[in-house]
């Protein structure tokens, strides 16, 4: 077997899924992705992935969207076209506060939301690989990695520790596929 | 996690993952009622209506209106700010209550961010019409002009400006991210040659992978964190229309807070007016049930009670500052020509929720859905009293003025409505009323049947 | 799970020193300062408010915890409950200002000689010496009649397991909120507004109730890590701590928010009758002015922002103690311009007495702790709390 090929099984419980997830991990067996309808706390934790930085891009794109809207703000008075109203002085902080604090929150969540489209690869147009279609109903799907040296002993004998867990449905697939996804 | 047997089941009935799926979906899966069509038969002729009305104001002017020198802002700035008020419910339970992880937001946030959307639509009609010259709305931006002058960064109509659309799209992007799990769900459930492909449009590819949705959480949080000041702020710079000058009745510094609450007070009451009826005709009782009226019910009489707090502190402090204007205005308001209005919105705000304490009536779903209407005209009533019974009485008694609205703006506020629920109608139609992947997620801990079952687990192990 | 807290002299000895100090303070401010007793009589009514707004803010929480259904809170339940064991106390170091008022002793309120001054003979059906007492005595009666019950209530429960204890709490919560909303804003325009009768604002009760929530929080936090670190309180973890930093962090968003709202739209409309408040502030405590604003909004803001932050019991307890620190300065700005005027200062005698309310207030907490368990052994919702993990 030259390709990438990876097996692909599902659960139908998200209590199941954790314990399975738990024993194969501690396996060692290679956990390429997991597909669930819901979010299941710990599972990230399971798999080991950090915790995710979209915090601090919201934290970046708040502070340019404030200094754009306070600077912008004083510019205009200020430098550019200085008005008199109502006897306040040009530099009337006060009345910049609140657009300031709009285009914080503006540009905070629209940094973040790009963010999250452009790192998990989604947004308008996107074609995604549906493994399952009962994936985003009540199918817990894990694709498992097979390797590239396995034999078919080694993935029967994978196999069998899949279906150990609970799992059903365990099929081998084409590396093909997944490579969409990602 | 552990829950306590003391608490409310959130979701009754015997329910599975694969049940909340097809619960959920069947009105969009089926083919729509008889009624449903009825509703938006009804709803788009008022928007029609509604419309026309509109037309005629931008064609022959403002004139059309009964606004006039002394009172210039009528049935109008009524409108907007009772719609901003509408829109603050959605916002308020995802975010806020999101922050505070009650549970029970999960059966009702989507169709009340849909709400808070359509709300901030209709909102948004009234300024620009006001303007009267509805071409020229873009001339509220800052944009480098041919004038050389910027807009005036002083002004707090300005800063609604930025406040409603900022809203608006933060509104939009918080429900349209919650929104695209469900939507893959659709893609996958859904057997319409049509509606299948533009699903899968929507989704943007969602698979739900364990990496997506643990980036989704952690964005959904901090945008929830964001929203909560976002919903504050934006009904505060309403109030900052009227606080900021110095009107008897409308310069006072409890505006910003007090309208936050009678915005998220009106909300509510706009939800369970709406969802009282969804449930039973779309068979949700099971995951909008009574509990969840229940605890919309108590931030119903929590809001309602500081505004009638903010109502007396108000009316006191017009006496304490010895300003005879101030207090004037108030003793006009409870005893002048327009008390009628001060009446009705005094009983339908302020009396009427205080009914709430009794348990029995909490979880009367009739009187609930009754309650709601008398809120939703009591709010209304709210801010026409703020806008007119300050205006009608000027410094100057020369200028004293009383004000009726014509039947444009009438047609005009009913076109609002209109435009409201057909939006409404179609969004229940097309799009799933309850966050299917979030009900999903607390059916373990909060379902009727489950929670015995993982009972049983959690002792076992 | 029967955990005490022994109020050992590793307690007792600094809270005896504290006293000591405050007790050394009041002596020379009355005795050896020249002044009729002004400067003592503004820093006791500052400290003394102060105290008893961080004391209502335990009955709050615990109030709006039940009323909410909430669970987590219940591992540091006990917290609150002793910090609100100070309202009797308070209600009584209040009543010698009153009866010192009575007597005329003390000059804090101008309005109890409204003669001349047109605007307080029109306000003298609400200010006037009398009414004032009546209704203080109305608040400070009815607060301390309620954390007394509740906190009665609650310790019941601990010998004796029925879920009707809960059911009892939660309505003398309700009753409780009820009779809170209308009362804190009223006794923040008796005791505070009205040192500077002329001025109003409809806000300021508000306003003083977002700083009442800020400064409770910050003590019931700081509490909650000294008895963790001293071992006393092992069933708190890391996420009991971040959700107290969480409302730290977001009351004192609301206290800019207000303070923002209540500035900016009396700066906007430039009334004389609102802006002296403002100008007065801006003339003669500039630097506390804007120090103010930065220690109780930009300060927690920046620091408690990460997730990281609030779970550190050490930046936690920092943050806290700033915070108060900012929230004592922000009392010293709503007492002092209006009492001491151009003589105020922050000096020997404000720090002396600080110290000493804050032994007194210590001494009551740490005695109300040391007589229950540290535990609400039968609370319904004692293992949620105790089994409570967020993902956020």
């Known amino acids: 077997m030259n390709k990438n090929k990876y097996l692909k099984a599902y659960y139908d419980d998200d209590g199941l899924l954790i314990k399975g997830l738990k024993s194969l991990k501690k396996e060692g067996v290679e956990i390429l992705d997991v597909l669930t309808p819901f979010p299941v706390h710990d599972i990230d934790k399971i798999l080991g992935y950090r915790r995710s930085w979209i915090a601090r891009v919201g934290f970046i794109g708040g502070a340019v969207g404030a200094v754009i809207g306070f600077g912008f703000q004083v510019w205009v008075f200020t430098v550019d076209y200085p008005l008199n109203i109502g006897g306040k002085p040009f530099l009337a902080v006060p009345s910049f506060i609140p657009v300031t604090f709009e285009m914080t ?13 452009i790192r998990s690869k989604i947004g308008p147009g996107a074609e995604p690989f549906i493994h399952d279609e009962r994936s985003t109903d009540d199918r817990f799907l894990i694709l498992v990695g097979v390797g590239k040296n396995a034999t078919e002993e080694t993935v029967s004998e994978l196999k069998n520790k899949i279906s150990n867990t609970g799992a059903q449905g365990i099929v081998l697939k084409d590396d093909v596929e997944l490579s969409k996804n990602y | 996690m552990y829950v306590s047997p003391v608490r409310e089941l959130l979701i009754k009935g015997d329910k599975n993952y694969k049940k909340v799926t097809n619960d959920i979906t069947k009105p969009i899966v089926n083919k729509p009622g008889k009624l449903w069509f009825l509703g938006v038969s009804v709803t788009s002729l008022a928007a029609i209506i509604g419309l026309f009305a509109m037309f005629i104001t931008v064609r022959d002017g403002i004139g059309m209106w009964g606004v006039n020198k002394t009172v210039g802002w009528g049935w109008s700035i009524t ?165 900021t000058s110095i009107i008897p009745g409308w310069h006072t510094t409890i505006f910003p807070p007090y309208f936050v609450s009678g915005a998220i007070f009106s909300g ?29 019910n108590k931030i119903i009489i929590t809001t309602g009670s500081i505004v009638g707090i903010a109502y007396i502190t108000e009316l006191f402090m017009a006496w304490y500052s010895g300003v005879i204007y101030e207090r004037f205005t108030f003793y006009n308001r409870a005893l002048g020509p327009y008390a009628w209005a001060y009446w009705i919105m005094m009983t339908c705000n302020v009396i009427s929720p205080q009914l709430l304490w009794i348990r029995k009536l909490r979880r009367s779903i009739l ?58 109608l179609l969004f229940i139609r097309f799009f799933p009323v309850i966050a299917i992947a979030e009900v999903k997620s607390i059916l373990k801990s909060s379902g009727e049947k489950q929670v015995n079952i993982t009972q049983n687990l959690l002792e076992n192990e | 799970m029967e955990i005490s807290f022994s109020f050992t002299s590793k307690f007792k000895i600094p809270v005896f020193i504290l006293i000591l100090t405050g007790m050394a303070t009041i002596g020379y401010s009355i005795f050896v300062l020249h002044d009729h007793g002004e400067r003592f009589w503004a820093n006791f009514l500052l400290n003394n408010v102060f105290a008893i707004v961080i004391s209502l803010c335990g009955l709050v929480f615990i109030a709006i915890h039940n009323l909410g259904n909430s669970g987590w809170q219940v591992a540091i339940q006990r917290i609150p409950e002793a910090v609100s064991m100070y309202l009797p106390f308070g209600s009584i170091l209040m009543f010698i200002i009153v009866i010192s008022m009575c007597f005329d002793a003390n000059h804090l309120y101008h309005w109890v000689h409204p003669e001349g001054d047109v605007i307080l003979e029109m306000k003298k059906g609400y200010l006037n010496v ?14 301390t009649f309620m954390a007394i019950w509740l906190r009665k209530v609650s310790l019941k429960n601990d010998r004796d397991n029925d879920i009707k204890y809960y059911r009892k709490s939660i309505t003398i919560s309700a009753i409780f909120i009820v009779f809170f909303a209308i009362t804190s804003s009223m006794a923040a325009w008796d005791w505070i507004m009205s040192l500077e009768p002329h001025w109003f604002s409809t806000l300021f009760g508000w306003y003083v109730f977002s700083g009442l ?180």
């Not at chain 2, 209550?97 to 009609?125: P, Y």
Request: net charge positive.
């Open chain 3, 213 to 392: 929530l800020v400064s409770g929080v910050a003590v019931i936090t700081l509490i909650t890590v000294l008895l963790k670190k001293t071992g006393y309180m092992p069933q708190v973890s890391k996420e009991h701590l971040h959700d107290l930093g969480k409302y730290l962090f977001a009351f004192s968003i609301l206290w800019a928010y207000l303070w923002f709202s209540q500035y900016m739209l009396i700066w906007y409309g430039n009334i004389p009758e609102e802006t002296v408040y403002f100008i007065e502030r801006l003339k003669g405590f500039n630097t506390l002015f804007f120090i103010n604003l930065f220690i109780n909004f930009g300060f927690p803001f920046l620091a408690l922002m990460t997730r990281n932050s609030k779970r550190v019991p050490i930046i936690l307890a920092l943050v806290s103690i700033v915070v108060l620190i900012g929230h004592w300065l922000d009392f010293y700005l709503l007492v002092m311009p209006g009492t001491l005027g151009e003589n105020a200062q922050i000096g020997f005698v404000e720090i002396g007495m600080t110290l000493g309310f804050m032994g007194f207030f210590l001494f009551i907490v740490f005695t109300a702790l040391s007589h229950a368990n540290l535990i609400p052994v039968n609370h319904p919702y004692l293992k949620e709390s105790l089994e409570y993990h967020t993902q956020y």
């Open chain 2, 367 to 424: 009187f609930t859905f009754i309650l709601s209407i008398f809120i939703n005209i009591g709010m209304w009533f709210e801010r026409f009293v703020i806008v007119v019974t300050s205006l009608h009485r000027d410094y100057l008694p020369s200028s004293w003025q009383m004000y009726k609205p014509t039947l444009t703006e009438i047609a005009i506020f009913a076109g609002s409505l209109g435009i409201f629920f057909t939006l409404f």
């Open chain 3, 130 to 143: 009398p009414f004032f007492s009546i209704r203080t005595l109305i608040y400070l009666a009815g607060w």
């Open chain 1, 105 to 117: 929150v503006l540009c905070a969540a629209f940094a973040m939301v790009f963010a999250f489209l």
């Open chain 2, 268 to 296: 509510f009451a706009m939800v369970l007016t709406l969802m009282i009826v969804a449930r039973k005709t779309m068979n949700l009782t099971e995951y909008i049930t009574v509990g969840h009226i229940e605890s919309m």
């Open chain 2, 79 to 243: 409108n907007l700010v009772w719609w901003i008020g509408i829109g603050h419910a959605g916002t308020f339970i995802s975010a806020i209550l999101l922050l505070f992880r009650q549970k029970w937001r999960t059966s009702i946030n989507r169709s009340a961010e849909a709400m808070t959307i359509f709300a901030v639509m209709c909102a948004g009609i009234f300024p620009l019409i006001h303007m009267g010259r509805l071409p020229l709305g873009y001339f509220i931006l800052p944009y480098p002009s041919t004038r050389q002058l910027w807009v005036n960064f002083n002004s707090p109509l300005l800063w609604d400006v930025f406040a409603i659309s900022t809203y608006f799209l933060v509104s939009l992007l918080f429900w349209y991210m919650g929104l695209l799990p469900d939507i893959a769900t659709l893609r996958d459930n859904v057997k319409n040659k049509i509606l299948k492909p533009v699903y899968k449009f929507l989704s943007f590819g969602w698979t739900g992978s364990v990496r997506h949705w643990s980036r989704h959480e952690s964005m959904s949080l901090i945008l929830a964190g964001l929203a909560a000041p976002l919903v504050l702020s934006v009904h505060s710079i309403v109030s900052f229309d009227f606080a």
